[in-house]
């Protein structure tokens, strides 16, 4: 067996005997100073090792060929119709989507901002809109001609009171007017205004009754209001609760909707029976725009190339005054990619709290023209460009983002304004990843805090102890 003196003779850490040392004054001191080094680089370590190191990197985007990067929005047009405001997409590839409605709601606004009601169903019209074939230009006058003056009044005499809102320089409203005034004149023969009273065909020219027109929200010629007195409804704004038609305009199809709207009214009461109306899924009439405003919310989905998305006033029948067309905006929300929920923000926040600063550039900005100075056709571009970028801890993914830039512009139009927006996509995206250190390089750098420590202390300790022996001889006059 091995003697226990041969082990000792292995020992690295010889002990001197207590007896051989001595303790001094300076040494206590430096003693304290260690302990306080020892302790504060120990703490400095322990902080840089909980504390998440993250590095980033430029790369080449990653996304498969088939992806699709959706956009939210929620904007509000104070002067843009819900009846006519219309969604369109497009992109370089030839993508051309117009007055997307599955995935976009619109609410009528007041002059606030506050919605007026329920959400507003335009119902898109796919179908051509049927006009008579001959176009005659001779044509006896049926329809009645209303003015600021007398529409009040007349509104009330009748049960049903049907408004042709047209301009004289639309085509659109010179293509309906012969039928129109055919359609009157056989309603004024067979419900007479003067002995029935149950209905009356009229018309406005909107190029001379410019308030009467802007009072009913009139924004598309022509627009053809339906006035029940039944459910007229009036409030501080001169607002009338009534229904816009969207039917074919030729004389047989205007006679046929005119006397389903007589139908249900009894001659004798001039009251309309709405409980027996039927409900059509295919019904021409939907209710007309509270108020001239629109807010639009929602969402699409578009390829990752260069594309736009256009607010606009749209019909493929109506004709607009560009002159007259307000896109002035309000943007309450406009982002790219998915929702992220409020946990994971606050874990990103956590990790990198510059990170989400520019996923909502645009939030809250404001972007009025006013029509009626030398703004008109002004149409309003955003040119956004957009960066990916993703954010990968430890163990999987936590967040994709999307962030961009925007720079806004009035531009004048020759055409009916828009609100644009013009994204491109970078072709590159940052990848920030979480860097952590491995424990066994923490207890290195602990194992080496402490042992420099002691060992620079103990060189300090020495230098000075020999210092001051060495001037105690001097004084003394020893020589060596």
Known sequence: MVSTSKIKSVDFYRKIPRDLTEASLSGAGLS???????????????NDYLRVNTSTSIIVDNSSDGDF?????????????????????????GTNR???????????????????????QSGPITEAIKHDEEFDEEYDEGSFSLNTHNFDRISHQHAILVVNFYAPWCY????????WEKAAKIMKERYDPEMDGRILLGNVDCTEEIELCR????????????????????????????????????TDSLVKTMEKLVAPISLASQRIASDSQPNMTDDPKRPA????????????????????????AHSASHSFDASQMN???IISQFSFGKKVSPRVISDMKKLLPYLGRSHDRLNGMSYVSNPSDSSANVTIE??????KTEVMTRSYKLVEEYEYTAHSSLVHSLHVPVAKFHFELSPMQVLITENSKSFSHFITNVCAIIGGVFTVAGIVDSILHNTVRLIKKVELGKKF
């Open 32 to 46: 304290f100073i260690a302990a306080f080094s020892m302790i504060f680089l120990f703490g400095m370590e322990l």
């Open 289 to 312: 725009p509270l108020t001239g405003g629109c807010r639009i919310e929602g969402f699409v989905r578009v390829k990752k190339v260069p594309g736009n998305v256009v607010v606009s």
């Open 172 to 179: 659109w409203s010179n293509r309906l007017k012969p039928s």
């Open 69 to 93: 990067l959706r956009i939210d929005f929620n904007i509000s047009f104070p002067a843009l119709s819900c009846e006519f405001a219309s969604i369109d997409v497009s992109d370089v590839l």
């Open 215 to 250: 009072r009913n929200h009139i924004q598309g010629y022509p627009s053809i209001r339906i006035f029940r007195k039944g459910g007229d409804v009036r409030d501080n704004h001169g607002h009338h609760d009534h229904e816009s038609y969207y039917g074919d305009r030729d």
């Open 327 to 329: 896109m002035s905006h």
């Open 98 to 120: 117009l007055n997307i409605t599955k995935t976009v709601r619109k609410y009528s606004i007041d002059t606030n901002l506050k919605t007026t009601g329920l959400e507003f």
């Open 382 to 387: 955003h040119y956004l460009q957009i960066v």
